[in-house]
Each structure stands twice: as C-alpha cells, then as structure tokens.
C-alpha cells in the first residue's frame, strides 16, 4: 500500500470515527478530511476547567478569528468583554444560576449585539440613524454576535481549549449590563467560558440528531420523523448514562423546556428589557 493510500484510509478512519461520535449511527461523512473539520466535529461542551489562565494572546488570536467571520453589510455589530475578575465573574455567575463552569474557568466572556458604535459613527455625521431602531437591527448585532462566538470557540478549541456557552447570561440583562457598563444599544447575548479542559473529568462527544431530520432537500418535510427521534431518545440516554447524567428522553426535554412561560426562567421580558436598554424594536 502506497503512503498515499494509507493516508487516506486513515483519513476515512478518522471520519467513521467523528461521525461515530457525532452521531451513534451509520452517517456517512465521506473521505474529506482536514484539521478544521476535526476541530468542528470534536466539539464538546467544557464544564470542568484547571485554573491555568488563558494566555492573552490566545485570546486576541481568538478575537482575530472571530472578527474573520462573516458581518451583515460589513457593519460589525459586536463586541465583547473579557471578564477574568473573580468576583466579577461571581456576580455574573449568579445571574447564570451559579454554574460550576462559571466558577471554574478562568476566563468569561460575554459576547454583545452592539449597535452603540454604528449609532455613534451616524450621530457624528448628523444621521438619525433611524434604521437602527427596527427589529432587524437588533437581529443583525445578535447574528454578528453568534457567528464571531462561534469562529472564536474553533479556534479555542484547535488550541486545546474548551469552551461552553451560557445562555443564562439573559436572565438578567440589565443587571449584565450594569455590571459592564454597557451603554444604550448594547445587548448581552451570551457568555463563553474558556479555560484548559482538566483531564481528570473528560466531556464526551454529545450526540446529535441524525442529519435525516433536520436536512431538507428543496422544500421543508413538516412530518416529524417519529422512528429518528425514538432513536435519538435512545442515543442521548446512552451518553446520559456515560457522563453520570440524569436520564431524560430529548423529546421530553424539548417539550418542558417550552410548556410554560416559568420555563423560560424570565427570560419572557426580554422584548421589554431590550428596549429598556435602548433598543426600539420597531
């Protein structure tokens, strides 16, 4: 066998592998491999971090990368603040609900809509700046805003890194954003923890369900696939039961997760409390 072959062959190894753990089924994922599609199917929630601190050029390496993402019209409606301050991690954790990982990582940031600065940049040049006050604006900084987060966490993770977003961050915005000064217009989206993942309490792959169910082809098929998601069922609780999880049906999650507005876990106001925080959501 040529080493060219053998390179290959490992390569589809390698595949069957990500897949494997991606998935728990039979998903093929073809015979291109990279590095980068490593990383990306590698990903894993990290709850459990050493408190080495992350180097500050590993961060702006990331900010580098997150800033390589796409921006809607270029306007880079964005920002983020890093956050390494122990009580000041402590007072954001306990918006979050006091989570293990906030408490652990050594580093948080809290990732922003930011439609300060292009309101800043139109009052100087005497603009109304009135297309900023429609609900599509307000989506545009939260889609910038995800889209940088997530190059950032690849890039993290490529440097052996975890990570684990904190949608808590929104249970209490304004009192996010008083703890960092964010002026009018700026809107915490969610956190990231970031630290070096401590080997005496791995994450596991968490499976995902099969692509058979969210892949449509030219048109949307509404039916619910009911065998894939009893299979899913079963995969989850699979893992469940590997990281010493509560055993819970992902259907049942979904299902609870939205019955009620308590649910939501305040997060119901959020329209009031965004324009309390100088969004007019048109």
């Known amino acids: 066998m040529t080493p060219s072959v053998a390179t290959k062959t490992d390569e589809s190894d390698r595949l069957r592998e990500l897949g494997g753990e991606r998935y ?16 990306i199917l590698s990903h894993r929630s990290v709850r459990h971090y050493l408190p080495t601190p992350v180097p500050y050029e590993t961060v702006e390496l990331a900010i580098a990368a997150a800033q390589s993402a796409p921006s809607s019209s270029n306007l880079q409606a964005w920002s983020v603040v890093a956050v390494e301050d122990a009580d ?3 007072r954001l954790n306990a918006v979050a609900g006091n989570q293990r990982q906030i408490a652990q990582a050594p580093l948080l940031l809290i990732w922003l809509a930011d439609l300060a600065r292009p309101r800043a940049i139109a009052t100087e040049r005497g603009s109304t700046a009135e297309g900023l006050d429609y609900v599509e604006s307000f989506l545009l900084g939260v889609i910038d805003a995800a889209l940088a987060a997530q190059n950032a966490v690849v890039a993290f993770e490529s440097l052996g890194l975890g990570t684990c977003y904190i949608g808590a961050i929104r249970n209490d915005p304004e009192t996010v954003s008083r703890e960092l000064g964010l002026p009018d217009g700026v809107f915490p989206v969610f956190g990231l923890t970031v630290g070096f993942p401590d080997p005496a309490v791995p994450a596991g792959v968490k499976p995902r369900l099969p692509q058979t169910t969210v892949l449509h082809r030219e048109s949307y098929d509404g039916e619910l696939p009911q065998e894939d998601l009893a299979g899913y069922n079963r995969v989850l609780q699979s893992f469940q039961s590997e990281q010493a999880m509560p055993l819970v049906d992902w259907t049942d999650q979904v299902s609870s997760r939205i019955a009620t507005v308590e649910s939501l876990k305040g997060r119901h106001v959020l329209v009031d409390v965004a324009r309390r925080l100088g969004f007019k959501l048109k």
């Open 24 to 39: 728990r089924n039979d998903q093929r994922l073809g015979r291109r491999w990279n590095e980068t599609v490593d990383t």
């Open 88 to 90: 000041r991690r402590s």
